[in-house]
């Protein structure tokens, strides 16, 4: 069994209230602003797991009226960054790496992303890299843009000790 990092920990705590995951979505975006910008919601999260959505409104939409590439790939990653971080084994760090995506139709109405490792985070002596699909659905369950987030994943640095005075 994989140890419960502070992430999941909380959304295991939030979610379980009315609001939870509402409230625990904008602790996430108070940590990372910009994903504000499209009004997300996580509504499942779990190790190797993130589900969230993002309602099809004016401020992400195009000029053609559908949901904006952007506003798709923004959602991308704040599913792959909530899942990192309900994943990620302690003593262990990530960052991204490299992202590519593929617009597959027309994006229009409630957008669901889905975040999963192609192999579940492991600690490691050295660094490696780790690919997270990430595929976004239209409310017919049809998947209309998929991305491939490779992160690097390293061992923290030890921390320094304090230093003493004479």
Not at 43 to 62: G, M, Q, Y
Not at 77 to 106: F, H, T
Request: proline share 8%.
């Amino acid at each position: 069994m994989t140890e419960i990092t502070p992430t999941l920990a909380l959304w295991r705590k939030l979610s379980r209230w009315p609001f939870g995951a509402w409230l625990f979505t904008r602790a996430a975006c108070a940590k990372t602003p910009y994903f504000g910008s499209i009004s997300p919601c996580i509504v499942a999260l779990e190790a190797n797991r993130c589900e969230a959505t993002i309602e099809d409104r004016r401020k992400v939409r195009n000029h053609i009226g559908t949901v904006h590439a952007i506003a798709l790939c923004n959602l991308a990653e704040l599913c792959m960054g909530a899942m990192a971080e309900a994943s990620i084994p302690a003593g262990m760090r990530w960052i991204p790496k490299s992202m590519s995506v593929q617009y597959l139709k027309k994006a229009r109405g409630r957008m669901r992303g889905v975040a999963t490792p192609a192999i579940p985070f492991a600690v490691s002596a050295t660094g490696y890299e780790l690919p997270i699909q990430v595929d976004v659905f239209d409310p017919a369950g049809e998947r209309v843009f998929c991305a491939e987030i490779r992160l690097w994943l390293s061992a923290k640095p030890p921390v320094a000790a304090p230093a003493t005075s004479s």
